[in-house]
Every structure is written in C-alpha cells, then in structure tokens.
C-alpha cells in the first residue's frame, strides 16, 4: 500500500465513520478505486486495515466530547452519578449488538457477505431514514428529549437498533441515529449516543481485529501506512463530527438519505456493468457490526 493509498482511506474512513451513509460502501468503490481489491488476499488486509485505522476515529470522538468521556469515566469510579446512568445506558446499548454477533455472525457471513448486500442495504437504510424524517415532520416531534431523557428502555431499544448494523453497508451509526429519533429524542442528543455507543463498539471490534490479525496486518502494509491512515482518519472524523451535528440541527436527515440513494445507484450500475469486482467483502467472522 502506498502513503497517498493509506491517506485517502483514513480520510474516507473518517468521514464516513460517523455519518450515516455505509462507510461499507465507500470501503468498497474507494479500495476498488485505488486498486486494491484485485485478490482475496489483499482485500481481506484492507478490511482489517479499514478496522484497525478506526481507531482514528474514536480517538477523534475522544477528543470532541472527553467532557462527557471524563464524566462517563468519574461516574463507573463512583464519582459522578450522572455519568454513571449514562455509562450504564452506553453498556446496555452495546450489549445486544455483541450478543447478536456471536450468535449469528456466521450466518450473516455466509447470507450478506458480497457487494450486492451492501447494495441493498444503502438502498433499505435510505428509506427508512426518510420515514423517520417524514414521521417526525408529521407527528410535530421536529425538536425532541434531551441526553438526559434517555433511560434503559431507550438505550436498550437503541441497542436492538444497532443489530441491524450486522448486515454490511446498514451503517452502524444511521441505525442508532434513526433509532434515536424514532424514540423522540433531539438530532443532537440522537447523534451524541451514537457517538459514545460508537466509542465501546468500535473500541471492541478493533481491539479483536488488532489481537486476531494485527500481527499479518501490519506485516502486509507496514507500520508506515497504519500511521498514515491512523492520523487521516483522526482528523477527517474530527471535521466530518463537527460538520455533522450542525447540518443534522439544520437541514436533518433527509440529504443523507437521498445521498444513500445516488451511492446505492451507482454501486449498483457498476456491478452490473461488469467494472466493479471484489472477491469477499467480509473475509473472516466478525463479531461486531462491520458498519
């Protein structure tokens, strides 16, 4: 892998971490792009590259809200009661999604492991994100609960919303956003959980990528490219965090459906052209949603 190769993927694993948009399908037309999905091998190291540079964006998460991480952390020492509701709500939120993982990760491997999945996935999750626009310009719930209106009925039920993430190219965070929303919460609160559910998700799926294949990984690329994609990916999400939060309190959810739809199509009519091939997309089991 080059340096230029290792920056655009940690640029495009940032911004697409967070955002509700499959950073699945962008991992698939920006690795076929660059040219590395032309063998089994090298894919299955992308993919696994792709995992360990998230850690750029949970830092970048880290970085953004660390009061709420420092009061996540004073409240499970005991110290803070507030962060330790919130600690516990961000837990129960995680745990479905890791449960549902290992039990039925072999089975989403072997049924939804492909490009033609994520495809559908991008086109369903568009969809559904512009019923919960729809719904909630209709019932008046345009501004909606708080952070602190979540208890564990709400996380929980976030929780069950993130399984969806299993099947690649759902997006882990617009599943947990519209489940949010859906529940009556604020765009900003909705996408606040996401974020702090993302930090124990991702944190879990890159610590078992890292301690599974990290060794192979590194020994494929090397450490030069991990670094460089590492501080990419840091960065973008950073940017692409803040950017967020304010576009969704002004103009929502609905540009990024609509933007699910053109990435679906285009996908789509390069499958079907014969210019796009990948030969796996999940190479292994994993036991956490690949997003």
């Known amino acids: 892998m080059t340096w230029y190769q290792a920056l655009l993927l940690g640029i495009i694993e940032g911004l697409t971490e967070y955002l509700p948009i499959s950073s699945t399908g962008h991992l698939i037309l920006s690795g076929w792009l660059l040219g590395l999905s032309g063998d089994a091998e090298r894919w299955a190291a992308v993919f696994r590259f792709n995992i360990v540079i998230q850690s750029g964006a949970i830092a970048a998460v ?20 507030e962060g330790r509701r919130l600690a516990g709500n961000v837990l129960l939120a995680f745990l479905p999604a890791a449960v549902a993982g290992l039990m039925f990760g072999d089975v989403v491997e072997a049924r939804l492991n492909g490009p033609w999945p994520v495809v559908y996935a991008t086109f ?13 310009r209709g019932s008046g ?63 879990a799926a890159t610590a078992y990528t890292v301690l599974r294949d990290g060794p192979e ?20 999400a950073a940017a692409a965090v803040k950017w967020f939060v304010r576009f969704l309190n002004q103009r929502g959810l609905g540009p990024f459906a609509w933007y699910r739809l053109l990435l679906a199509g285009v996908l789509a009519a390069a499958l079907l052209g014969g210019h796009l091939e990948v030969p796996q997309l999940v190479p292994e089991k994993s036991v956490l949603p690949p997003d």
């Open 124 to 136: 369903v999750g568009a969809w559904l994100m512009l019923a919960v626009v729809w719904w909630r």
């Open 141 to 203: 719930h345009d501004d909606g609960d708080g952070l602190d209106a979540i208890d564990w009925r709400v996380a929980f039920s976030i929780g069950l919303a993130q399984c969806l993430a299993l099947w690649p190219g759902t997006s882990r965070s617009m599943v947990t956003i519209v489940g949010g929303l859906a529940l009556g919460l604020s765009p900003t609160a909705a996408a606040e959980f996401s974020f702090l559910l993302g930090l124990v998700t991702l944190t």
């Open 217 to 236: 990984m590194f020994a494929y690329f090397g450490p030069a490219a991990v670094m460089i994609g590492l501080a990419a990916s840091t960065i973008s």
């Open 62 to 81: 880290v970085i953004l809200y660390r009061q709420r991480v420092q009061s996540i952390l004073a409240g499970v020492a005991g110290l803070d009661p």
